[in-house]
């Protein structure tokens, strides 16, 4: 057994039970790891349609074969849970230190269940594994209960935790780790909250795996040089952070102003990559092993030093609401991550209700007591709102719902830019035809990193597409989908796949895990994990009709700018889609595809 | 009059807007030779937001964005 750990930690948070489990080989060699793994077993024990915020549901924390190895970014764990915001699988996915830590503990990973009756935190130093009070823990912001367990841990400790969102339980709470790192989409924060479950902290002396050491020397330094030698990882990423993209999503008119009212802006530069890098940046703030060090630190306007923002937290906060100020946006970000929130869904369902404001539909009179403003523009009320939201305070409590939810209540669900009540980050589909198909097909509801199709239509790699035509979309989005889903269950960084194509990780893998994977059946693999994924959702009560994006990206057009006139063009893309994928044309998986993937 | 925006680092030692006569026919490639940048270290040459080659011609009161290998995010 290489690569992986062999060992499932399960505990019961009900019973204050812990178990340990054998790792299913069998599994592992179909589902690889982390998400594609952690996702069939959990579909195996919990039913579909559990509540998501019941102790019926369960929570994975699962890392990946290549996490804790010397695979350049190699840090990566995923949370699996039925999803509070979208009702879909909860799939995020984090870097930072944690996961590696988890498996040099000696885990592949944890499965929680039921709910503790007061607060608890989990310790794990190899095999001493306890649940611990942590009444003097809830309540604490990310920082102060990572001080804390650092402090009495050891700094050489990794910390998991939610912030006080997640323990209130709000839509769009994050699982942070490491202080500034966070698997942030679809609420799986919540999930965590309402187990009472507030931390894990770890610590693990056990030393990776290797099938043949000296094949994966040789393969991980090639790796290493090709990551190196690219443009967008070893020159652009290291330099200005995911940041980068502002002004180019912009200069191609598909920077959604507004709650995507329109989608450029003249003042864009003000909160792009290289304006943070001339500014603010302190320094580079890598992941384990990853010679891309994306990650930002930052220094705030009062002087403190933090996590950086990336691309989609200075869009969310940024263009979204209106506002080109890059200290307020790190502050904004900041706040985010001491609270325990999503960027991307936290700064949008600010944006959301500041169009809800501009056409009326939220009055003076509600949010008069708070002291803030839904102005488009206003710098200080995207600070003052992410602290409300995260302390569920006044009219936070409803933004802590999420933005659907809000448009929702004031009878106007359209005005959330959303699909499958989850977000859409920083990217107008309506300029970006195979990216918007990505939108409306990914299984955890509105994401751009299931399947990364800016790459190809924007940035050119690994070929150039035209960004408006519709041929050839559906099957480039199914490869992308398949690889990503493969990336995101190794335990690496889909930062690599700028780099690495297909045959780099069958090389990784096969020499880490000693297994004989070809491109074919590692890309088969990821697609059963998409089948899968699918097949949750359908279970789940997801109908295929929520394949679709808001009205205004379908029917409105660009109003101005390098896009202007476009509308995004679905209802073409999504029958071709189906078909490749070997679903019905109601979007359902065919048995004759179930049985040839064999899920 | 074209109107030049670089980014990234294509700013270092250059004003991040230049503006440049228009002449009929005036290219891609004549503009970033005026520039001192080569044409392998640009991935991203847009007019207007639109893909060109670099022999085509630049249109009078043309935007031209210019990016090197940038990232993802
Ligand atoms: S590329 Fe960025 S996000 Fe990915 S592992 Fe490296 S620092 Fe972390």
Redesign the pocket.
């Known amino acids: 057994m290489f690569g992986y750990a062999g060992k499932v930690l399960r505990i019961n948070l009900t019973e204050k039970q812990i178990k340990l489990e054998d790792l299913d080989m069998n599994l592992a060699r179909k589902y690889l790891g982390g998400r594609g793994l952690a996702t069939k077993i959990f579909m195996d024990e919990v039913d579909p349609n559990v509540e998501p915020l019941s102790p019926e549901n369960k929570l994975i924390v699962a890392s990946g074969p290549l996490t804790g190895t010397t695979v350049p970014?190699g840090?990566?764990y995923m949370v699996i849970t039925k999803a509070p915001l979208t009702g879909t699988i909860g799939c995020s996915n984090s870097?930072?230190y944690f996961g590696a830590e988890l498996k040099s503990a000696g885990y592949d990973m944890i499965i929680f269940e039921g709910k503790a009756d007061s607060p608890v935190y989990i310790s794990i130093e190899d095999d001493k594994v306890e649940i611990k009070d942590a009444s003097h823990l809830w309540g604490k912001l990310v920082s102060e209960a990572t001080d804390e367990l650092m402090n009495k841990y050891g700094q050489k400790a990794r910390v998991l935790c939610i912030g006080p969102a997640g323990e209130r339980l709000s839509k769009i709470a994050a699982i942070m780790n490491d202080y500034d790192r966070a698997a942030g989409r679809s609420g799986v924060g919540a999930v965590m909250g309402s187990k009472n479950l507030k931390a894990v902290v770890v610590k693990g002396s056990k030393k990776a795996k290797y099938a043949d050491e000296e094949e994966t020397k040789k393969v991980v330094s090639d790796k290493i040089k090709k990551i190196r030698e690219n443009g967008i990882?070893g020159e652009g990423?290291p330099t200005y952070g995911t940041a980068v993209l502002v002004n180019i999503i912009n200069e191609h008119g598909i920077l959604p102003v507004k709650n995507f009212q329109k989608a450029y802006s003249e003042d864009a530069d003000k909160i792009s990559g290289e304006t943070m890098t001339r500014d603010i940046l302190v320094r580079r703030?890598?992941?384990?092993r990853?010679p891309?060090?994306?990650?930002r630190w930052v220094k705030l306007k009062d002087g403190r030093e933090v996590g950086g923002p990336e691309y989609e937290t200075l869009w969310a906060f940024g263009a979204d609401c209106g506002i080109y100020d890059i200290d307020a946006i790190a502050e904004a970000n900041f706040w985010c991550n001491e609270y325990g929130l999503d960027t991307i869904s936290a700064g949008t369902t600010i944006a959301a209700a500041m169009e809800l404001y501009e056409k009326g539909y939220v009055k003076d009179e509600e949010i008069e007591e708070d002291g803030y403003s839904f102005k488009f523009g206003d710098v200080e009320a995207i600070i003052g709102w992410t602290k409300k939201m995260g302390a569920r305070e006044g009219f936070g409590d409803k933004l802590a719902e999420g933005s659907y939810r809000l448009c929702e209540s004031y009878g106007v669900p359209e005005l959330s830019m959303s699909v499958k009540k989850q977000e859409l980050p920083a990217y107008d589909p309506r300029g970006v035809q195979g990216h918007g198909l990505e939108y409306a097909t990914s299984n955890r509801g509105g994401c751009h990193v299931r399947g990364y199709m800016i790459s190809p239509e924007i940035l050119g790699s690994p070929e150039k597409l035209d960004r408006f035509t519709l041929e050839g979309k559906a099957e480039w989005v199914k490869v992308f989908q398949d690889l990503t889903a493969v990336i995101d269950s190794l335990g690496v960084?889909?930062?690599?796949s700028f780099a690495l194509g297909a045959q780099d990780y069958v090389e990784l893998m096969n020499a880490v895990s000693g297994t004989d994977y070809n491109v074919d059946t590692l890309l088969e693999a990821g697609s059963r994990i998409y089948t899968l994924e699918r097949l949750f959702n359908i279970k789940a009560g997801i109908d295929p009709k929520e394949d679709k994006l808001p009205d205004r990206l379908l029917e409105e057009p660009i109003p101005e700018g390098p896009s202007k006139g476009h509308v995004h063009r679905l209802s073409e893309l999504l029958p071709k889609y189906y078909e490749i994928r070997g679903w019905g044309r109601d979007g359902i998986p065919t048995e004759e595809t179930l049985q040839k993937l064999s899920v | 009059m074209i109107k030049v925006k670089l980014f990234a680092t294509f700013r270092n030692g250059r004003e991040k807007e230049i503006h440049f006569e228009y002449y009929e026919g005036i290219t891609g490639r004549e503009i970033i030779e005026k520039l001192g940048i080569k044409e392998e270290e640009v991935a991203i040459f847009i007019v207007n937001g639109r893909d060109k080659k670099w022999d085509e011609p630049i249109e009078d009161e043309a935007t031209v964005s210019l990016f090197p290998p940038v990232g993802g995010g």
């Open positions: 970014t840090g990566r870097g930072g990882t990423l703030n890598p992941c384990y990853c891309i060090a994306c990650g960084c889909l930062f690599t």
